[in-house]
């Protein structure tokens, strides 16, 4: 065997780091250090500046450029070794590469599976050591957020965006696998491969990307959210012991971008408690001068983070502010329209009204999608029980952080 | 002269505070025609309106006044019907900001009838109205048709953000039945909420805790209830020890009083008719 065959080298990547095991390829997949590292990378177009960090403290930056994938193998020097590589794109929803290296090559389709194959590269051809190609960017469908039923008319209002992760049509994890063949005599002698996938946390990323610029349904902002870094997504933490309900993200990822969720519901869960516990001692007054029950159920929460796809999913809001992971939607945990459910309301507001001036955060009752008007919090009328409108009709309470820009729930 | 500039600012507004304001956006449904009426009964019911008391009322009136043509025109069509109770409502709440309590009775009698007459149009599948509407709807209605907005409701898959906000719905179902005294309906409503979480693969245990108080709000209905029951069947009236006479009745002696008087009457008729 030559002693000039490849001794498989371990990735000394210019912006990265991670070792590989042998026969592997050195392959640089990202300009994002840290997808890089991971052999991850996300797509980014080449006409958009788009924001890079989400949170509220994000320091000011832009997403680096969309550099493309190098596979590179150590130089052969052997006169008599072919070099011939090849692509396989395990899905055609990914659409083909654009290949930069200056070979002649082939692609094929079989089924679903798209392979691009050069011609045996003899050591005339320069540079054949080094395959580079760039990944076709995902093309987001619909370019609105639109309303119907879903894809297969199940139940919900928009007929974009899935609950799913690796949804082949909405948020596929994109996949190359890389090969590349020694070949003498016509014969392969030596054979390498590297594969490349999105990881979760990319994955996550590229939704806010597809959704970068999305139009909204109707009047409403348009998407234009910033694309999370790596280190803003971290693993779902427990919410806190003294409220029900759903995890901090009801995601499959199992990570979540948290700029403040946590602390948010454990401090709404604090305030309800002590106020569950003041109007025991100190009941609420019906019309007829008795004394209401103070609904002894815990506060249920509702809603946190969203990925960009679950929020098209469930939502009409292409810039909400669900998918910043600085909201939260609570609501309470008696049926809705029932007069339990009014208390409930009553007290948490209340008790967030008298700690406005020591809790830095924004909120509002909402019902049917919208905030309650000012004068519900007064008239009394649907249905007349002396109870204000606003708290009869809440369907859940909505708080978040304060964040600069104008976001929309 | 004040009324003139009245006027005037009113025929200026539409084209500020009307652009922003979306009956379909708010409501989920797509007007074919008469948006513009349907965008400011919509921006009434849902946005703080910028107007002082006595220019709102003659907006609202002169809306209603529309609408009133319009389902004139077209008189059955849900959605009219729907946007004619949605400006009853704005009407109710000015009036309730006014403290006229007799005029808000009526505008939510007028609200309460033109949402019923909404449903009733609303009987066949596909239902026409949204779910959305349907919420909205069922807030300060009667009993029957509260249930009957949030069983539609629930046919249209709810208008919640989330699954929590689904099986809630399904919950105030199971609750406004109980609360009617309908104990086998909410039974099985209570079935379907529970093949609901299943069907959506709902993990979280939280969500057995609803399930088992619905139950227990219906083992104590139907025992409450069982116990009305029994305590009526348990009273009984003394058997009288005496008949009652039929010749001293006060009813009978007035019976055999008039026939008597008739009989005599007619005898008289006929002895005039014969002499004649």
Known sequence: ?409 | MMNKYLLLLFCCIPTITWADTGFNELFESDLEAHNQIADRVAAYHATDIALDTSAQQTELDRLQQDIETILQDSPNEPLYWFISGLNHNNLAALAAAKNNSEAVNQQIELRNMAYQKAMLLDRTLPLRLSARIYATMKYGLPAADKITAIKNEIKLGGSGENDTQYIQLHWSQVNELEKAGRHDEAQAALREMQREISRLDLKNPDYQLIVERAQNEINQGRAADENKVTRITVTKEEPSTTKPSMLYNKNTLWIIFFSVLALISVWMIVRALRSK
């Open chain 1, 1 to 409: 065997m030559p002693a000039t065959l490849a001794r498989l080298i371990y990735i000394a990547c210019a912006l990265g780091s991670a070792q590989l095991a042998a026969q592997q390829l050195k392959v640089t997949t990202s300009a994002d250090a840290d997808s890089n590292a991971a052999r991850s990378f996300i797509i980014v177009p080449s006409n958009q500046a788009i924001p890079h960090g989400i949170k509220h403290d994000a320091p000011s930056a832009t997403l680096a450029t969309q550099i493309p994938f190098i596979a590179e193998l150590e130089p052969v020097s052997a006169n008599n070794i072919m070099v011939q590589w090849q692509v396989t794109i395990p899905s055609k929803n990914y659409g083909e590469i654009e290949v930069i290296s200056k070979f002649n090559g082939n692609t094929s389709r079989e089924k679903n599976i798209i392979v691009w194959r050069s011609q045996p590269l003899a050591s005339t051809v320069p540079d054949r050591h080094k395959l580079i190609f760039r990944p076709a960017a995902p093309v987001h469908l619909p370019v609105i957020y639109r309303k119907g039923l879903g894809t297969n008319g199940e139940r919900h209002k928009y007929g974009g965006g899935t609950r799913l992760t690796d949804d082949s049509v909405f948020n596929p994890r994109l996949t190359y696998q890389i090969h590349v063949d020694l070949l003498q005599d016509a014969r392969v002698i030596e054979s390498y491969k590297a594969t490349i996938s999105m990881d979760d946390k990319d994955l996550i990323r590229q939704e806010y990307i597809n959704h970068y610029g999305i139009k909204r349904y109707g009047f409403g902002d348009d998407g234009n959210l910033p694309v999370p870094r790596r280190d803003e997504l971290t693993p779902t933490p427990d919410k806190p012991a003294n409220i029900l309900g759903n995890p901090l993200t009801e995601s499959a990822y199992g990570l979540l971008v948290n700029d403040g969720m946590l602390d948010l519901v454990q401090r709404v869960a604090d305030i309800y408690t002590q106020q569950q516990a003041y109007y025991r001692d100190n009941p609420l007054l019906d019309l007829n001068k008795k004394a209401i029950p103070v609904p002894q159920s815990k506060l249920w929460l509702s809603g946190g983070w969203r990925n960009p796809e679950r929020n098209e999913w469930f939502s009409n809001a292409a810039n909400g502010i669900h998918q910043r992971g600085g909201a939260v939607d609570i609501i309470a945990n008696e049926p809705p329209g029932d007069a339990n459910t009014a208390v409930v309301y009553w007290m948490l507001w209340n008790g967030l009204q008298q700690n406005k001036n020591n809790f830095n955060a924004y909120w509002q009752l909402e019902t049917r999608g919208r905030p309650m008007r000012t004068k519900e919090f007064i008239e009394d009328i649907e249905p007349v029980n002396g109870i204000p409108d606003a708290f009869d009709k809440a369907d859940h309470l909505h708080i978040n952080i304060p964040y600069n820009t104008t976001v929309e729930e």
